[in-house]
């Protein structure tokens, strides 16, 4: 079979710088996206898992008190920025520049009076986003009987823009559907390059081919533009997201088979898909030839060995010709040598892979007779739902081979792990535990999935975790991760959310400088909410208020740094977690304005304790109260004369 894989396939320029800039974010703080950065379920999961967070609407946005908003590819209306602004949030436009192109056009337009008209879906982000950036409200126009029913009454002129994913044919159609109403008209194509491009390719190979693929995730526009084309070329389309969707059985009789992608389909996606197709067709197609009704690919024949080499077996098969075993088709570990393995004269069993090896001789597999042995096991397991484990030979673009007893299995890089992992090269030579998820030796299709595992373990260690912990509960985990907000802790089957607020008795200016990833942590439960957990290390015992009454008690000269002032007075910090009110009158025996002007934060002060309530937790404090009395009369005879 002949695959044909679209050049254009895959992440548009504006999808992958959108999503690189929302990687270069993670870690810097609460990181926010404005909607999906992109229509990819795992991408979005993944993000999720390094603490990035989707917001769909204004109302959520204005819940927002800190942190990062990125605004996706897909742009936004200026309202959106605005409101950023306002807040004080910091602001990262990842918009595609062709869609930023659009507002500067629409804007400027419809500044000057002129009617603008946006072709393509109304309820895509995109359009809705555009329509946020004219003055006046546009029209949106999706097909051609829209453009027909639709009457405009503007003096100062129409505009026509588009969509950037719309496709390029239907634009130009629609365009000359309100050319020939008259209208004073001015036509932006700002259909992106990239989405044309791929549009046209899409159309070529569909042509060539006697089926499509078409890869994209179930909300994309563009991949449904991408399928729309395409089926209308080849009958035979098939729109997929996944390698998991594709049914190879429905290719069985295709000679020829073209694959494209929509924007936001990641590589390793399409690398999956295409290197199932090139490598299982290509295989089944070889082992189909045959040459000779005894000796044909896919037999098994016996021989006895007439020589042994350093990297091949000669046997004799009773053929007019000798049969070859190379070394690396007897074997999967290429260390050991074959004449400590096999001895002249001794007879072996072996499948028969070309009945011409380009030399006259038979190629020959002993490898994968152990194989088809091995594939019994693997469908007895299949059958069972059991856990297997096999070594990872080889790392592929889209995935991991497995060997399990000579038996290859493929577990696809979606499958993995329940993250999105971009390297896969840690794997190479582990030896990790998977399911038979699909199992089609005759197809070469033997699917592992790692990823169900995980999620299985996770959730039966979260639901043991859940049924044993309560709110007040001392718990020991592990640093998971730390941002400007808080510290998560891997408690053993759930996150824990240690909270800035609530790491100390006393304030925590930066949860980084306290933590570091994997530092171990014992912590108490103060609250559960559904999933949620939330932790606190101000344990009872240590509260600093315990015996504060004895050690604060009126009277008492203390020793505190002054945190931070007021135009009224100065909070002073006597231990973490107690702070106590120096009022600005109680400074000094002059007359004192503000604090600032004789206080710094940090310094170190003494004074008297004037007042102390235990039930507010309120501590007040004099340095005048410490001058001597006569100091204090003079002082207070000279402010009556001024007076």
């Known amino acids: 079979m002949e695959v044909l894989l679209a050049k254009t396939a895959g992440f548009c320029f504006g999808v992958k710088r959108a999503v690189d800039t929302v990687y270069q974010e993670v870690g810097k703080g ?34 927002i008190q800190q942190g990062t908003i990125v605004i996706r590819s897909h742009g936004v209306d200026k309202h959106v920025y605005d409101l950023i602004q306002s807040k004080g949030l910091k602001l990262v436009d990842a918009t595609c520049p062709f869609v930023k192109k659009i507002h500067k056009i629409v804007e400027k337009e419809s500044s000057e009076g002129k009617q603008i008209v946006i072709i393509g879906n109304a309820r895509h982000p995109e359009v809705q986003g555009i329509c946020g950036w004219c003055f006046h409200t546009p029209v949106v126009v999706e097909t051609e009987e829209d453009a027909e029913n639709t009457i405009i009454s503007c003096e100062k002129g129409v505009v026509l823009v588009s969509q950037t994913t719309f496709n390029h044919n239907k634009f130009n159609k629609m365009v000359e559907i309100f050319e020939k109403k008259g209208y004073n008209i001015t036509v932006y194509n700002t259909i992106c390059n990239a989405t044309e491009e791929r549009q046209k390719e899409t159309a070529s190979i569909a042509k060539q081919v006697d089926a499509m693929i078409v890869i994209g995730g179930k909300n994309s526009s563009n991949t449904q533009k991408l399928y729309d084309i395409s089926k209308k070329e080849c009958a035979n389309t098939y729109y997929i997201q996944t390698l998991v969707d594709l049914d190879l059985a429905t290719f069985e009789s295709v000679s020829r088979v073209g694959i494209t992608a929509g924007a936001s389909t990641p590589n390793q996606i399409i690398k999956e898909v295409h290197g199932s197709m090139a490598e299982d067709f290509g295989k089944m197609f070889e082992e189909s030839l045959a040459e000779e009704s005894r000796i044909s690919a896919g037999k098994i024949v016996k021989g006895e060995v007439i020589d042994v080499k350093e990297d091949e077996i000669i046997l004799n098969i009773n053929y007019k010709a000798d049969g070859i075993i190379p070394k690396n088709e007897y074997s999967n570990d290429m260390n050991i040598s074959l004449k400590d393995k096999v001895q002249v004269g001794e007879t072996i069993e072996a499948k028969v892979v070309k009945t011409n090896d380009g030399d006259g001789q038979v190629l020959l ?96 260690a979260k639901e043991a975790l859940f049924a044993k912990i309560n709110v007040g509960d001392k718990v020991e985990g592990t640093v998971k991760n730390v941002t400007d907000f808080g510290a998560f802790i891997d408690l053993g089957g759930a996150d824990g959310l240690l909270h800035i607020s609530e790491m100390s008795w006393g304030r925590v200016e930066n949860p980084k ?10 912590a108490i439960i103060k609250d559960i909410q559904g999933e949620k957990i939330a932790l606190s290390l101000k344990f009872d015992e240590t509260n600093p208020w315990l015996n504060a009454d004895e050690k604060y008690a009126i009277g ?35 007359h004192i304005e503000k604090p600032s002007s004789v206080l710094t934060v940090g310094q170190e002060i003494e004074a008297k304790v004037v007042d102390f309530k235990a039930e507010d937790k309120k501590i007040s404090l ?22």
Not at 405 to 432: C, H, M, N, W
Not at 630 to 643: F, G, L
């Open 365 to 460: 597999s002993v490898k994968r007779v152990a194989a088809e042995k091995a594939n019994e096991k693997l469908e007895e397991a299949f059958n069972n739902e059991e856990v297997l484990k096999g070594v990872v030979n080889q790392v592929l673009d889209g995935g991991l081979s497995v060997i399990v007893e000579e038996a290859r299995v493929f577990i696809p890089a979606s499958l993995v792990s329940d993250t999105y992992e971009k390297d896969l090269s840690k794997y190479k030579d582990q030896e990790i535990e998977f399911k038979i998820t699909e199992f089609n030796p005759r197809k070469r299709r033997i699917i592992g999935n790692r990823k169900m595992l995980i999620e299985a373990t996770k959730k039966v």
């Open 622 to 643: 004099s340095m005048k109260a410490l001058l001597p009395e006569d100091e204090v009369a003079e002082d207070t005879a000279a402010e009556s004369v001024e007076e």
């Open 556 to 590: 008492n000269v203390v020793t505190g740094k002054v945190a931070r002032m007021t135009d009224f007075g100065a909070f002073v910090e006597l231990e973490p977690g107690v702070d106590a009110l120096l009022h600005v009158s109680q400074i000094a025996k002059e």
């Open 513 to 522: 400088k306290l933590f570091n990833v994997g530092d171990a942590v014992k």
């Open 30 to 63: 609460n990181v926010y996206t404005y909607g999906p950065i992109i229509h990819n379920e795992e991408v979005i999961r993944d993000l999720e898992e390094k603490g990035v967070s989707v917001i769909d609407t204004i109302d959520e946005l204005e819940q």
